[in-house]
């Protein structure tokens, strides 16, 4: 079993859509959680940090909550230029090294 | 400002060569990291560096690996005797200090015939 789960995907939704991703983590040691991004044939961008108390970034919302050890990501209104793998990581901060989710395909349709 | 460049972008070898894969780091990040992304695997921790010195190894999958990191800043991968399942793309990123976001560069696609 991998240290963090996530959705299988792919997501398939039309533009305008709210999406919703989760993933969980097994490690209750991962103290920093983050979503990252990751376009075709392009190296993994940091989308956004993860906090308990939640947090928003324009149409991006994301959430942690460390009893159920579950993290989420909420798209709303989504754009074609949404259309992305979305990566879950979490890290120890033993070194800070990234432990990545297997990610989740986005495609978002006209 | 420049963000981190890896060389070469692809390598197509053969089985049992070997191959070197080079990182160089945003100027001034003391930490880099190797990972590796393939299709069964998703994408994977293989070594941190700060500084020169290496205090996390635990990714590297086999003795056929190693790497080093000169001066603080370039990072070689080292892949001896490859085999057809050492075919990935070899993600390098950096970070000012170990806590902070890592930046990953555009990695390089090995495939070994």
């Known amino acids: 079993r991998k240290e963090v789960e996530q959705d299988p995907g792919p997501f398939n939704v039309p533009e305008g859509a709210t999406v919703a991703f989760n993933c969980t983590y097994s490690?209750?040691?991962?103290?920093?959680f983050f979503w990252y991004r990751q376009d075709c044939r392009k190296e993994p961008k940091l989308l956004m940090s993860v906090y308990s108390s939640g947090n928003e970034d324009g149409r991006f919302t994301a959430q942690l909550n460390r009893a159920s050890q579950y993290i989420s990501l909420l798209i709303r209104d989504s754009k074609l230029s949404d259309s992305a793998t979305y990566l879950c990581v979490s890290v120890r901060n033993q070194g800070g090294k990234l432990i990545f989710g297997q990610g989740t395909e986005l495609s978002v349709k006209p | 400002g420049a963000g981190v460049s890896q060389s070469p972008s692809n390598k197509v070898t053969e089985k049992g060569k070997d191959v070197e894969l080079r990182c160089d780091p945003i100027?001034?990040?003391?930490?880099l990291y190797w990972y590796r992304q393939s299709l069964g695997q998703g994408l994977e921790f293989l070594i941190y560096?700060?500084?020169?010195?290496?205090?996390?190894k635990s990714g590297l999958p086999s003795d056929r690996f190693s790497a080093e990191r000169t001066g603080g800043s370039v990072s070689t991968l080292t892949i001896q005797r490859t085999q057809q399942e050492d075919s990935a793309v070899y993600l390098c990123a950096s970070s000012p200090g170990g806590r902070e976001t890592q930046y990953f560069g555009p990695g390089t696609r090995l495939l070994v015939l």
């Open positions: 100027s001034g990040h003391t930490a």
């Open positions: 560096f700060q500084g020169n010195s290496a205090p996390d």
């Open positions: 490690n209750s040691a991962s103290q920093s």
